[in-house]
Structure formats: structure tokens, C-alpha cells
């Protein structure tokens, strides 16, 4: 049972360049969400999908897309990278929303 | 919106207690969460309490709740070096679509 799988795990990109971070997970959650990490300021949500074909924003969206073409699946885009959006991102899931967060275990963007 | 609070660093003795505090605006929150962070890792859900109690034991973990004050807290006993990590403060209002996390508190345990 993989639960939550994210990749890559690390990746460098130039301000300008568009990229796709990926999660999946295995456990017919039907909550899944993005965070980002920065220091001294926790996890803050980016987006977030209650199921198949709806998402919706969280706290700081800007410069960031989601979809959510499958259960499992649930992308998240960088458009233009900044290198305001250097971070760790962490991808998450639940049976539904309330329950318990299932987190994977990271990525590490660096947008120079 | 809600607004969540930690202090950002604890230094303990191994075999001392720990005592994590967390501060949080939002009186109609329902559901609050720990999280323990490991380094280079994601993070786990260590502990949880209701918002219509007010303590929960879960063997070393103590969970206090003080509503009036908005003030939760997690107690660990017997510190162990294994415990060293990022503790996270997580709560659920009322739109439950959306945990609010601290900024994490960092634990160093020392020998």
C-alpha cells in the first residue's frame, strides 16, 4: 500500500518555467490538497479537491492550477515559476475532508 | 480566517516532559490535530481531541484543551532522542474543507 506518492522530489527550475508537480494516492480518498512549506510560517493550503471534478483555492492559490480528472490523481501547476514559490510542497489526502490528513512525503522546488 | 500559534523552538533533556503549546482564534473550532514532522519526511498524525473534551491521554501523549482560552497544548512524557522533530498545531472550524496549521515547533532533545 503506497498511500500518498509524489514526485519528484526535488527539482530546480528557472523563473519563467512552467512545471507539474505530481500526486497519487491509493487509498479511494475522496479529499486530496496541496500545501506548501516555508520556514517559520507552517503549511499553508494552496488548493484542494472534496472529490473528482471539483477543486476549489485555499490560502494562497496565485500562480498555482489544479485538476482533478480522477480519484487518485491530483496535479498541481506551476504557470510561470517565481522564485517566490521556491518551497517544500507536500500533497495530502483523506477519506473525506475533516478526517485524517494522509501527507506524501515532499517536494523541494527551487526556482532560481 | 482562523489564525494558529506556536512558539517555534523547545529544548528538553531526554527523560524530562515536554510541554507544546498552541494558541488559536476561531471559538467554533471542532476538531484539533498534532502532527509530528521528521526530518526530510511528511508529516503524521500523532494525536487528536474533540472539541467537546478537555484532555485526552494516548500512552507518553497527554492533549489539553482550555476552550475559554483558546489554548491547546501536547504533553509528552519520558522525552526520548526519537522524539526530536516539528510538532504542528492543526485545527478544523467550521468549514471543514480546510485544516489550519501552526507554524510548527521545533523539539530538540538532548542527552
Known amino acids: 500500500n503506497a498511500g500518498v506518492t509524489q514526485t519528484p522530489k526535488f527539482q530546480v527550475l528557472k523563473t519563467g518555467q512552467s512545471m507539474t508537480l505530481q500526486c497519487a494516492q491509493d487509498m479511494n480518498h475522496e479529499y486530496m490538497s496541496w500545501y506548501r512549506q516555508d520556514p517559520g510560517m507552517g503549511l499553508r493550503l494552496i488548493h484542494y479537491?472534496?472529490?473528482?471534478?471539483?477543486?476549489d483555492q485555499g490560502e494562497v492559490p496565485n500562480g498555482y492550477n489544479v485538476s482533478r480528472s480522477t480519484t487518485e490523481d491530483f496535479p498541481l501547476r506551476l504557470l510561470s515559476a517565481a522564485p517566490s514559490q521556491t518551497s517544500v510542497y507536500f500533497c495530502?489526502?483523506?477519506?473525506?475532508?475533516?478526517?485524517?490528513?494522509?501527507f506524501g512525503e515532499g517536494s523541494r522546488l527551487t526556482v532560481l | 480566517g482562523e489564525d494558529v500559534e506556536q512558539s517555534l523552538f523547545l529544548s528538553v533533556r531526554e527523560g524530562d516532559s515536554s510541554v507544546i503549546n498552541c494558541t488559536y482564534t476561531?471559538?467554533?473550532?471542532?476538531?484539533l490535530y498534532w502532527y509530528k514532522q521528521e526530518p526530510g519526511a511528511g508529516l503524521q498524525l500523532l494525536t487528536y481531541i474533540f472539541s467537546n473534551m478537555d484532555m485526552k491521554q494516548d500512552q507518553r501523549l497527554t492533549v489539553l484543551l482550555n476552550k475559554k482560552d483558546k489554548h491547546l497544548s501536547l504533553r509528552i512524557a519520558d522525552t526520548q532522542t526519537g522524539d526530536s522533530a516539528i510538532y504542528f498545531c492543526?485545527?478544523?472550524?467550521?468549514?471543514?474543507?480546510?485544516?489550519?496549521f501552526g507554524t510548527g515547533t521545533r523539539l530538540q532533545v538532548t542527552l
Open positions: 495530502a489526502s483523506s477519506y473525506k475532508s475533516g478526517s485524517e490528513l494522509f
Open positions: 492543526a485545527v478544523i472550524t467550521g468549514t471543514a474543507s480546510k485544516l489550519t
Open positions: 476561531d471559538s467554533s473550532s471542532t476538531y
Open positions: 479537491s472534496v472529490g473528482a471534478g471539483i477543486t
